[in-house]
């Protein structure tokens, strides 16, 4: 016991707690710029690539917007959990948050994205649907059968023959459009991501 | 000895001393505690089946709020299981960083740890000596990793930021610091008289108790069993490791081994700063299909993380076995039993560092 | 008269705020963040706010976590144990919107708003202690200002 008290008695007398206990400040309330807040805009044109939307792990942060002739993308905070992929994921280097870019630019990594489409085909039903609703499909065959049925070999899928061919899967912005029209949700997007660093001078 | 039961007092789910909501119904006779129950499943989220049919870049950030004081190991555990599936290695250098951030976090969860059982015991003055140093150390992961808690830090093929020269500067002087600051706590801890009435000798759990209970982590090193994934682990090996092991068994045992392990984590950190190369922080490489069953060291004890995935690297099946639902089990059942007073309840469970976020997910 | 009294009770109420927090299935992450504001370098109580985590003595209240089933009627006990004035804040993303915990199969109901009213959110996953007490500190002085006159 005795022993402790001495042992207590020079904790407190130390030369450090006492400048700390009398000239005690607390730290002002600041972040700091390491951390990595709310992606914002660094003033970069957005291509309306949609990359950001594809990565984003949150449902409902980012949504891409028409602000007069322009895109913008919009944080939704309350929805944002800040991780920063948006950013990495960006080609265009819209978003900024935090040292993400700076870091990135100076390790030279990035993150690919490739989509796949993947067809059950115990489920599909061959409505076409998703050939119809696919805004790429769209762009490429305006002339489009109601039933999914296209003369055109640039489509991503079409219904050939009573059956869903994924034709050019490579073409795929992983929109998911399908995915939300599919009465069997046999259709699915894989979002394929490899995070990538350049090495060499 | 006649069983009879006086009273069956319910502590929680919400207690002043928990931050998290669980129940324990203590039945008593006078004030000693004959046996105990917990009630569980006030936050069950269903995560597991939440993460079916995600890529990896989604199911990260769902392992990481599995828990989110030992994210860190949740994220390392699943980016390695899918690493180990797709025959991904990464570079040495990210290897590197990944110990280094996990030490972090690991300090992290162990400082929170010993500052909730030092509240709990009403010794505030170390509680608080405890929460500032947390905030050290948490500056670090902020500066490494650019988030305090759920930093996201870890990818198939690598981790996300490269250290900085300045950054790797300031971590040494921190981890000084931390030395210094950490030696004198574990001496307070150790001395104190009035810690050692409310800690030495409440709430044993024995070897044979232990082994029984499968507990895990420090609350098994505690009780003499030499156990720990990270001495399987191929960065830990190159790095070499040694659990810390006491045989006590008690609260003070449980709480000394995770000041021991703090002076350890400086020492792995220390190591593995010396010891990384320079170049790369990834690798690339795409997530393939297969299964695994995948451990690792979490803070508190054994992480298990069971995971299937499709030919495009999407998860289609997971299951995660964590560390607090054996600690717990091992709490209620041997340690609680025999504790003399309703007071020492709350300390004896906290000193098994339950975490309810993982253990229901 | 009533009017120096109000005003002495707006500013006693504004220095001397008990706080108890409620954990509805969170991950952690909010709540240590939270602890973190208890700690030497942040120190909240020289702001005069003491948190307790006892709902009888408390003025705010901050729900933390997405709500589960669980949680649906306690949260509402828990708030009407607190005596009046009394206000909630939701801290972290998960009271808000349900986080990433908010997908299709999830036993979650977000947000808070359904259950108890809240009066202010801090966003963020999590938030920095920093975020949470200059959320806190702008609350403050308006929150209970003038709360009789309000409820009349």
Same mark, same amino acid.
């Given at each position: 016991?005795?022993?402790?008290?001495?042992?207590?008695?020079?904790?407190?007398?130390?030369?450090?707690?006492?400048?700390?206990?009398?000239?005690?400040?607390?730290?002002?309330?600041?972040?700091?710029?390491?951390?990595?807040?709310?992606?914002?805009?660094?003033?970069?044109?957005?291509?309306?690539?949609?990359?950001?939307?594809?990565?984003?792990?949150?449902?409902?942060?980012?949504?891409?917007?028409?602000?007069?002739?322009?895109?913008?993308?919009?944080?939704?905070?309350?929805?944002?959990?800040?991780? *920063?992929?948006?950013?990495?994921?960006?080609?265009?280097? =819209?978003?900024?948050?935090?040292?993400?870019?700076?870091?990135?630019?100076?390790?030279?990594?990035?993150?690919?994205?490739?989509?796949?489409?993947? =067809?059950?085909?115990?489920?599909?039903?061959?409505?076409?649907?998703?050939?119809?609703?696919?805004?790429?499909?769209?762009?490429?065959?305006?002339?489009?059968?109601?039933? *999914?049925?296209?003369?055109?070999?640039?489509?991503?899928?079409?219904?050939?023959?009573?059956?869903?061919?994924? =034709?050019?899967?490579?073409?795929?912005?992983?929109?998911?459009?399908?995915?939300? =029209?599919?009465?069997?949700?046999?259709?699915?997007?894989?979002?394929?991501?490899?995070?990538?660093?350049?090495?060499?001078? | 000895?006649?069983?009879?039961?006086?009273?069956?007092?319910?502590?929680?789910?919400?207690?002043?001393?928990?931050?998290?909501?669980?129940?324990?119904?203590?039945?008593?006779?006078?004030?000693?505690?004959?046996?105990?129950?917990?009630?569980?499943?006030?936050?069950?989220?269903?995560?597991?089946?939440?993460?079916?049919?995600?890529?990896?870049?989604?199911?990260?950030?769902?392992?990481?709020?599995?828990?989110?004081?030992?994210?860190?190991?949740? $994220?390392?555990?699943?980016?390695?299981?899918?690493?180990?599936? &797709?025959?991904?290695?990464?570079?040495?250098?990210?290897?590197?960083?990944?110990?280094?951030? $996990?030490?972090?976090?690991?300090?992290?969860?162990?400082?929170?740890?010993?500052?909730?059982?030092?509240?709990?015991?009403?010794?505030?003055?170390?509680?608080?000596?405890?929460?500032?140093?947390?905030?050290?150390?948490?500056?670090?992961?902020?500066?490494?990793?650019? $988030?305090?808690?759920?930093?996201?830090?870890?990818?198939?093929?690598?981790?996300?930021? %490269?250290?900085?020269?300045?950054?790797?500067?300031?971590?040494?002087?921190?981890?000084?610091?931390? %030395?210094?600051?950490?030696?004198?706590?574990?001496?307070?801890?150790?001395?104190?008289?009035?810690?050692?009435?409310?800690?030495?000798?409440?709430?044993?759990?024995?070897?044979?108790?232990?082994?029984?209970?499968?507990?895990?982590?420090?609350?098994?090193?505690?009780?003499?069993?030499?156990?720990?994934?990270?001495?399987?682990?191929?960065?830990?090996?190159?790095?070499?490791?040694?659990?810390?092991?006491?045989?006590?068994? %008690? $609260?003070?045992?449980?709480?000394?081994?995770?000041?021991?392990?703090?002076?350890? &984590?400086?020492?792995?950190?220390?190591?593995?700063?010396?010891?990384?190369?320079?170049?790369?922080?990834?690798?690339?490489?795409?997530?393939?299909?297969?299964?695994?069953?995948?451990?690792?060291?979490?803070?508190?004890?054994?992480?298990?993380?069971?995971?299937?995935?499709?030919?495009?690297?999407?998860?289609?099946?997971?299951?995660?076995?964590?560390?607090?639902?054996?600690?717990?089990?091992?709490?209620?059942?041997?340690?609680?039993?025999?504790?003399?007073?309703?007071? %020492?309840?709350?300390?004896?469970?906290? &000193?098994?560092?339950?975490?309810?976020?993982?253990?229901?997910? | 008269?009533? @009017?120096?009294?109000? #005003?002495? #009770?707006?500013?006693?109420?504004?220095?001397?705020?008990?706080?108890?927090?409620?954990?509805?299935?969170?991950?952690?992450?909010? @709540?240590?963040?939270?602890?973190?504001?208890?700690?030497?370098?942040?120190?909240?109580?020289?702001?005069?706010?003491?948190?307790?985590?006892?709902?009888?003595?408390? @003025?705010?209240?901050?729900?933390?976590?997405?709500?589960?089933?669980?949680?649906?009627? #306690?949260?509402?006990?828990?708030?009407?144990?607190?005596?009046?004035? #009394?206000?909630?804040?939701?801290?972290?993303?998960?009271?808000?919107?349900?986080?990433?915990?908010?997908?299709?199969?999830?036993?979650?109901?977000?947000?808070?708003?359904?259950?108890?009213?809240?009066?202010?959110?801090?966003?963020?996953?999590?938030?920095?202690?920093?975020?949470?007490?200059?959320?806190?500190?702008?609350?403050?002085?308006?929150?209970?200002? @003038?709360?009789?006159?309000?409820?009349?």
């Amino acid at each position: 016991m005795g022993f402790s008290i001495i042992w207590y008695l020079r904790e407190f007398l130390r030369a450090e707690w006492l400048r700390n206990f009398f000239f005690a400040k607390t730290a002002p309330l600041v972040d700091p710029p390491y951390f990595r807040g709310y992606p914002a805009l660094t003033g970069k044109e957005c291509t309306h690539c949609l990359s950001c939307m594809m990565i984003c792990p949150t449902p409902g942060a980012i949504e891409v917007l028409r602000d007069g002739e322009t895109w913008t993308p919009h944080i939704y905070p309350g929805h944002c959990i800040r991780c *920063g992929l948006c950013v990495e994921a960006c080609p265009e280097d =819209v978003l900024d948050a935090g040292r993400v870019l700076e870091t990135q630019k100076r390790d030279r990594t990035d993150i690919s994205v490739r989509y796949q489409v993947t =067809v059950n085909p115990d489920t599909c039903v061959r409505c076409g649907n998703c050939v119809v609703a696919c805004p790429v499909n769209k762009e490429a065959d305006p002339q489009l059968g109601a039933g *999914g049925t296209s003369a055109n070999d640039e489509v991503i899928m079409k219904i050939h023959r009573g059956n869903l061919w994924v =034709v050019h899967d490579e073409k795929c912005t992983g929109c998911k459009t399908c995915e939300s =029209v599919c009465p069997t949700t046999a259709i699915r997007i894989a979002r394929v991501a490899e995070g990538r660093q350049e090495v060499g001078k | 000895m006649k069983k009879t039961v006086d009273v069956s007092i319910p502590v929680g789910p919400v207690h002043p001393c928990w931050k998290e909501p669980v129940r324990i119904k203590c039945e008593t006779r006078g004030e000693h505690v004959i046996g105990t129950e917990v009630e569980m499943g006030y936050m069950k989220k269903g995560i597991e089946r939440i993460m079916r049919g995600r890529p990896w870049q989604e199911v990260m950030f769902l392992a990481e709020r599995v828990c989110g004081i030992c994210s860190v190991v949740h $994220n390392m555990v699943f980016i390695e299981a899918m690493e180990s599936i &797709s025959g991904i290695t990464p570079p040495p250098r990210a290897a590197y960083l990944r110990v280094v951030v $996990n030490e972090l976090d690991r300090m992290a969860s162990h400082l929170l740890a010993n500052f909730s059982y030092c509240y709990t015991i009403e010794h505030e003055t170390l509680g608080m000596y405890l929460l500032n140093e947390r905030e050290h150390v948490l500056d670090m992961l902020e500066r490494i990793t650019g $988030n305090r808690v759920n930093t996201a830090y870890m990818i198939p093929g690598g981790v996300r930021y %490269d250290l900085r020269p300045v950054d790797e500067k300031v971590l040494r002087e921190t981890l000084d610091l931390l %030395d210094e600051n950490i030696a004198r706590y574990t001496k307070m801890f150790e001395t104190g008289p009035m810690i050692a009435l409310r800690s030495k000798g409440v709430g044993i759990l024995t070897k044979e108790q232990a082994l029984e209970a499968h507990a895990v982590g420090p609350t098994a090193r505690a009780s003499g069993i030499a156990v720990d994934q990270r001495t399987r682990h191929p960065t830990y090996k190159e790095i070499g490791f040694e659990p810390v092991v006491r045989t006590e068994g %008690d $609260n003070y045992a449980r709480i000394m081994v995770r000041f021991e392990e703090l002076k350890q &984590s400086i020492n792995l950190i220390r190591r593995a700063l010396a010891m990384m190369p320079d170049g790369p922080i990834r690798g690339g490489g795409i997530c393939k299909g297969g299964e695994v069953r995948y451990s690792g060291e979490a803070p508190r004890g054994e992480l298990t993380y069971f995971v299937k995935a499709d030919r495009y690297g999407r998860v289609e099946d997971i299951a995660i076995q964590t560390p607090s639902i054996m600690n717990i089990d091992a709490c209620s059942h041997y340690m609680l039993k025999g504790v003399s007073s309703i007071a %020492d309840v709350t300390s004896t469970f906290i &000193s098994s560092d339950p975490c309810i976020a993982c253990n229901e997910r | 008269m009533t @009017d120096m009294l109000q #005003k002495l #009770k707006n500013a006693v109420r504004s220095r001397s705020i008990h706080v108890a927090y409620v954990d509805t299935g969170s991950c952690n992450g909010c @709540d240590i963040e939270v602890l973190a504001c208890l700690s030497p370098r942040y120190d909240l109580e020289q702001y005069g706010i003491y948190v307790h985590n006892n709902p009888r003595e408390a @003025d705010i209240l901050l729900v933390i976590g997405c709500c589960t089933p669980q949680w649906e009627d #306690k949260l509402k006990g828990i708030w009407e144990k607190i005596p009046e004035p #009394k206000a909630a804040i939701a801290i972290g993303n998960c009271p808000v919107s349900g986080c990433v915990f908010n997908r299709e199969g999830s036993y979650v109901n977000p947000p808070a708003s359904k259950h108890i009213p809240i009066a202010a959110s801090v966003p963020g996953c999590p938030p920095r202690p920093t975020e949470i007490i200059r959320a806190v500190l702008s609350l403050a002085p308006t929150i209970f200002a @003038d709360y009789e006159e309000k409820r009349q």
